[in-house]
């Protein structure tokens, strides 16, 4: 048994030395604010937390008494102060995908530009998102 110790030490330390560790664990990264013509995502803690004056993504969940409810999510770019993306929701699936994003999240969206209605909205929970 020690032999096999003494073993597993000797190659646990050329592994190491040769440079293989496990470089993901803890790792984390951020997202800005990216854009097409039909399809906007970012993570907002990214957005809350860039340098840049410009960037934010966001999404709303409006309820009237009536029962009516309406979503909007809206999305900016770091490139200048027009540079945005826009699209509302009433499908109450797409509402639960809204109302389930946390502030560490990314949000990813699609829409149609002719009629400014989102086609897809997902949420994303990864711990590699960096953090608010």
């Known amino acids: 048994m020690k032999r096999l110790g003494a073993l ?8 190491t030395a040769a440079g293989v560790h496990d470089a993901s664990a803890g790792a984390t990264q951020t997202y800005g604010v990216w854009f097409s013509p039909n399809a906007f995502e ?4 990214s957005a809350r937390n860039s340098a840049d004056a410009y960037q934010q993504i966001s999404c709303e969940i409006n309820t009237w008494s009536s029962g009516y409810s ?8 770091n490139q200048s102060s027009s540079a945005f993306r826009n699209c509302y929701v009433t499908e109450m ?3 639960a995908a809204v109302e389930s994003a ?16 989102c086609t897809y909205i997902g949420v994303v929970k990864s711990s590699r998102f960096d953090t608010k």
């Open 70 to 77: 309406y979503g909007y999510c809206y999305a900016h770019d």
């Open 102 to 117: 946390a502030q560490d999240d990314m949000l990813r969206v699609t829409y149609d530009p002719a009629t400014g209605h």
């Open 42 to 45: 970012g993570v907002f803690s």
């Open 93 to 95: 699936n797409m509402l």
């Open 8 to 15: 597993m030490l000797a190659t646990l330390t050329t592994f």
